[in-house]
T-cell receptor
Framework: DAGVIQSPRHEVTEMGQEVTLRCKPI?????LFWYRQTMMRGLELLIY????????DSGMPEDRFSAKMPNASFSTLKIQPSEPRDSAVYFC?????????????????FGPGTRLTVT | KNQVEQSPQSLIILEGKNCTLQ??????????LRWYKQDTGRGPVSLTI?????NTKSNGRYTATLDADTKQSSLHITASQLSDSASYIC?????????????FGTGTRLTIIP
């Protein structure tokens, strides 16, 4: 398997523009996570899905952020309108199960990330 | 206040030397503690996962220890190599959850110099 795939790898946009980040999880995984990473705050969970259904979006900063998972192999994170403070690296991760006691099967696999710069 | 604190923030050591990274957490109760390695420009990769009942776990030259009483963990790297240059992130999962509610530290940036 190619691992978690994210696109684009880098995105530079102007304030106010819409940004869409894409993720393809590892085939067979039933959990998908979106994270944001900054120097100041480290990795923060934005939202996660189980079997394509959003379970917890409490980490989404505000209404400008939205995420969808129309099928098991694709998810998007959209920011509209974008602001300079949204500049960060956005990671997608997937895992087979959320239960840690199933040894070796709940490991979370991260994609390479999308570096977003909003000017 | 971050529930997972790591120290030092950055560390530079000579190739071949050993080093120890520290993690203090307040997440309680917790089910497992993980150490991730993140190379520049890449996503984090898991090194070790320890449950609350384990006190040590090794992965090659990496050894993680856990003291649940003092809520401290350490990652010891033996005979460091240039490829060990990366950020190391301590992650705690609260009891009752798998990886849905991970709390991440801000990491230690390790640089190995020849």
């Amino acid at each position: 398997d190619a691992g978690v795939i994210q696109s684009p790898r880098h995105e530079v946009t102007e304030m106010g523009q819409e940004v869409t980040l894409r993720c393809k999880p590892i085939s067979g995984h039933d959990y998908l996570f979106w994270y944001r990473q900054t120097m100041m705050r480290g990795l923060e969970l934005l939202i996660y899905f189980n079997n394509n259904v959003p379970i917890d979006d409490s980490g989404m900063p505000e209404d400008r952020f939205s995420a969808k998972m129309p099928n098991a192999s694709f998810s998007t994170l959209k920011i509209q309108p974008s602001e300079p403070r949204d500049s960060a690296v956005y990671f997608c991760a997937s895992s087979f199960s959320g239960t840690w006691w199933i040894s070796g099967r709940d490991e979370q696999y991260f994609g390479p990330g999308t570096r977003l710069t909003v000017t | 206040k971050n529930q997972v604190e790591q120290s030092p923030q950055s560390l530079i050591i000579l190739e071949g030397k050993n080093c120890t990274l520290q993690c203090n957490y307040t997440v309680s109760p917790f089910s497992n503690l993980r150490w991730y390695k993140q190379d520049t420009g890449r996503g984090p990769v898991s090194l070790t996962i320890m449950t609350f009942s384990e006190n040590t776990k090794s992965n090659g030259r990496y050894t993680a220890t856990l003291d649940a009483d003092t809520k401290q963990s350490s990652l010891h790297i033996t005979a460091s190599q240039l490829s060990d240059s990366a950020s190391y992130i301590c992650v705690v999962s609260p009891l009752g959850f798998g990886n849905e509610k991970l709390t991440f530290g801000t990491g230690t940036r390790l640089t190995i110099i020849p």
